[in-house]
Structure formats: C-alpha cells, structure tokens
C-alpha cells in the first residue's frame, strides 16, 4: 500500500518522543527491566508514581550510599516520568557501585527512556557477560539499536534472547516492531501474531497486533483485535484510539508526542 511507508516514517520519529508514553487501556509501552532483578526495586502497584517517588526519595537522600535505596528512587522517578533525574540519581549510583548489575541495569534503561541510546546500549552491556547473558537486557539492547535505526543489528540480539525464552511475548513483539520501523509490515504481522497466540501475551502484543493489521488496511480485522476480552468501555476506547493513530499515517507530525502504541515494547 502507498500509505505504508509513511507511517513507517511516522513510526521511526515518534518511537523516541512517545517511548514513555502510555499505552492503550492506561498500559505502558514500554514497561521496566529492573523488576526481574531485584525483589524491592519497584514501587508497590497501587502507589501514585509521585507518592512513590517522594518516598524513596527520603530513603535514598537519607543514605545516597545505600544501593538498593538508589534503585528504589531511580525506578519511582522513571515510573513517575522524571526522566533526567532517574538519569543523575542512577549514574551516581553507579559510580558508587561500579559492579552493581542491577543498578547498571536501571541507568542503562533510565538512559534509552532519555534518548541516550548509545549510551544505554554501552552500559547494558557491562550490565550482564556473554557467559551469563540476561534475555531480558538483551531484548533492550536490541530496542536500543533500532531507535538508532541498526534494525539488522537489533534482530541479532531478539534472536539471542529467543535462544534463551523460545517464543517470550514480549521479545517476539520487539522484534515485529523492529520490522514495522524497516517498513516489513507482512514480516511484521507474522511475528506479532506468534507473540499474541502465547498464553503470556499482554495488551501491549495486541495493540501492536492490531496497529500493524490496520495499517495494512484490514481495520475491521484489526478492530476486532483490540475489542477481544475487553469490557465494552475499554474496547471502545481503544478502537477509538486505534482510528485516531491510523488518520494521522498521512500527516507525520500530527500528534507525534501522543501515539504510544509505536513504541517499542521492553519485557517485564
């Protein structure tokens, strides 16, 4: 279809400035990695982001040393969306604690919300060793590459992350975004569908399922993807969501700051 391409384009700009935005039905996009590795380091779910962030900010400025406290206050502030302070917060702890995996971890992935990917894709790599690789850093090292646009690259660590979690939903839909950002729709579909027939499957699979169907011109098909399993009210905001994104496939800066549903997924 000649309107692919463009919202391919679209895709490729928004990626980085809607990375943290949320997504369809209030989830994120693009969700944390430093839950995986260590018990303490999220925010309980019911807290308000800012609530948590004051909280562990009076834990974490009561001993700047403590290097679970620094993880603790680095993860409130990216779930809370200060972005910039996540950054400062998790690099000094990091210099206080240069073999912390977990605390490299979080900078590396505070950096790419930030748009340091370069930069995050350096630390994540002393985050973990080729000889105890961790599929779920590779996977963001592999979203990393593709917000650089290095898309062969990026599929080579998906792939590496596969060979560690066959069929993991969550790599699975990275990698069908990384062919939706290289203008593969078909290709893309295809993977995104193995991602959304797994029983791990979150919302995330089917909004990007249903973003690559309906940009190939199947909008029924594709509204009937982000009807499924939902109460009616939240279906039908997301296929009110749904239309919204694919109006603007022709106009790429219309919304450009507001269109979640293109960024790239980060496993869990």
């Given amino acids: ?45 019911d807290t308000d982001p800012r609530r948590a962030a004051e909280i562990y900010g009076e834990r974490y400025r009561a001993n700047p040393k403590d290097a679970e406290a620094a993880l603790s206050y680095g993860q409130a502030l990216r779930t809370s969306g200060q972005r910039g302070q996540a950054v400062a917060v998790l690099e000094q702890a990091t210099i206080a604690h240069p073999g912390n995996k977990a605390l490299l971890a979080a900078y590396g992935r505070a950096l790419a919300d930030n748009g340091n990917f370069q930069q995050a894709f350096d630390i994540l790599t002393r985050a973990h060793s080729p000889d105890n690789p ?101 279906a039908a905001a997301n296929v009110a969501y749904l239309k919204r994104v694919l109006s603007r496939k022709d106009n790429p800066r219309a919304g450009a700051a507001t269109m979640p549903v293109a960024s790239l997924n980060r496993p869990d």
């Fill in 134 to 234: 961790d599929w779920r850093i590779l996977s963001v090292q592999g979203t990393t590459l593709d917000q650089m646009g290095r898309h062969d690259e990026a599929r080579r660590y998906y792939t590496s992350a596969l060979k560690i979690v066959p069929d993991e939903p969550s790599v699975l839909s990275n990698l069908g975004l990384s062919y939706v950002l290289s203008k593969d729709l078909p290709k893309a579909e295809e993977i995104l569908r193995r991602a959304y027939a797994s029983g791990k499957a979150d919302a995330r699979v089917r909004q990007n399922l249903a973003l690559v169907v309906g940009l190939q011109g199947r909008f029924a098909e594709a509204e009937g993807i982000v009807r499924a399993d939902l109460p009616p009210d939240e």
């Fill in 1 to 45: 279809m000649r309107q692919q391409p463009s919202f391919a384009r679209l895709l490729a700009s928004v990626a980085v400035t809607a990375m943290l935005a949320a997504g369809l039905g209030g989830c994120q996009t693009m969700s944390d990695i430093t839950g995986s590795l260590t018990s303490t380091a999220e925010a309980s779910p």
